[in-house]
């Protein structure tokens, strides 16, 4: 028997004698049940074990990080959230406490089977799924996706720089117009004034229009198209987008369109970008990654 459950028994048979005290000597009790009648005692002083405590204070902090986090957090994350708070508990202790107490991570849509699809004749694949990479403005990636709300579909359009995985650039609107795309393109270049950076997209019309190019042109931008249907080509906007649906939007049914431009707002620039853990980061959020890359290059000077 292993000392867990031994422990176990233990503390059960223990039960037993406190519950039957009137009825039968506390001696005799522990003499049939083969316990020490002093190790009854002290547990009557604690009958809950400090590692129980312990694992009882980890639990409240745990619950505070999930709830921090909507309920997106499992145990890796959550474990980066102690171990940043000072507390010194294992992973699968973390993992072990989680299961126990039915906390569960939210889980994201199926992904769709893709088979591989024709390259644009307009603008080649410049990409390649090179998705690491090693410094700031080197590659962006930019898409579209719907939100459904009782006014109609709310339209998203965001740009994310490769390097941090951070969304710097965004648009919404009612219609999946031209516009849309070239308002978050906007955005971004606005914020980060890049100089020969390939911004990577899908197929969509949006994406290879005249005016797309031309726009591109004039702002030191190279464009680069997934292969037709295939969304492996894209991969990191689409978990982005799959995050944003599992985490925030699928909680919802948007009363109107404004309700939702205001939350998907809160969670791009208040949780995404600011707070929330990515492992492709080794834990620490898009800002705190460019925070520490940009620490780093002054350390070094």
């Known amino acids: 028997m292993s000392t867990r459950l031994s422990a176990s028994r233990v503390r059960a048979t223990y039960e037993f004698i406190k519950a ?5 000597s506390v001696h005799v009790m522990c003499r049939l ?15 809950v ?10 639990l409240r902090l745990i619950r505070a990080s999930f709830i921090a986090s909507q309920g997106i957090y499992g145990a890796p994350r959550v474990f980066l959230d102690l171990r ?27 992904t769709r089977r893709w088979s591989l699809g ?28 719907y939100i459904r709300t009782w006014q109609g579909w709310l339209y998203l359009a965001i740009v994310m720089d490769l390097f941090s995985r951070m969304v710097i ?12 795309v070239l308002d978050a393109v906007l955005m971004a270049v606005r914020r980060r004034r890049p100089r020969g950076t390939i911004i990577h997209s899908d197929q969509g019309t949006q994406y290879g229009s005249d005016a797309w190019r031309r726009f591109c ?3 030191h931008l190279e464009p680069s198209m997934s292969r037709k249907g295939n969304c492996w080509d894209n991969a990191v906007v689409e978990s982005f987008f799959s995050s944003l649906k599992k985490e925030r939007i699928k909680k919802h ?18 949780f995404y970008n600011r707070t929330r853990r990515h492992s492709h980061l080794g834990g620490m959020s898009p800002e705190q990654f460019e925070a520490a890359h940009k620490a780093g290059r002054k350390g070094v000077h």
Request: positive net charge; hydrophobic residues 30%; charged residues 30%.
């Open 169 to 180: 650039g965004w648009s919404a609107g009612p219609t999946i117009r031209r516009e849309l």
């Open 33 to 47: 049940l083969e316990v020490a009648p002093s190790g009854y005692y002290a547990w009557l002083q604690q009958p």
């Open 253 to 270: 049914i948007y009363k109107n369109r404004e309700l939702a431009l205001a939350d998907v707002s809160d969670y791009i620039d208040s």
């Open 217 to 219: 042109r004039t702002n």
């Open 84 to 110: 940043e708070a000072g507390e010194t508990c294992s992973k699968h202790r973390v993992e072990r406490l989680m299961r126990l107490n039915g906390l569960r991570a939210l889980h994201g849509y199926r």
């Open 118 to 145: 024709k390259p644009s004749v307009l603008i080649p694949n410049i990409l390649q799924r090179q998705f690491t990479v090693t410094r700031r403005n080197k590659a962006w990636v930019t898409d579209i996706t």
């Open 20 to 24: 039957h005290r009137p009825e039968y």
């Open 49 to 58: 074990s400090k590692r129980a405590q312990e694992d009882s204070r980890l």
